[in-house]
């Protein structure tokens, strides 16, 4: 299976921006950040195919998974 991962604003430091994985059946989001070297505390939104929601989702192949820090600023 295959999903596309979208990274956003810091998380782009050092990694591709928008990239493909190979994964296994029972992968979950919080596998992939981890993957990824990211610290999940790190992680303000985690989107499956657009839709917002825990770590522990099981992926399926095609599945778009967006993935952002906290936004600062002011």
Do not use: Y
């Amino acid at each position: 299976m295959e999903v596309e991962v979208r990274l956003f604003a810091t998380f782009r430091e050092g990694r591709e921006k928008k990239q493909k994985i190979k994964i296994n059946e029972n992968t979950t989001i919080l596998d992939i950040i981890n993957i990824l070297n990211i610290d999940e505390n790190e992680v303000a939104i985690m989107l499956l195919n657009g839709r917002d929601g825990n770590s522990d989702r099981m992926l399926n192949d095609g599945d778009v998974i967006s993935i952002f820090p906290p936004v600062g600023g002011g």
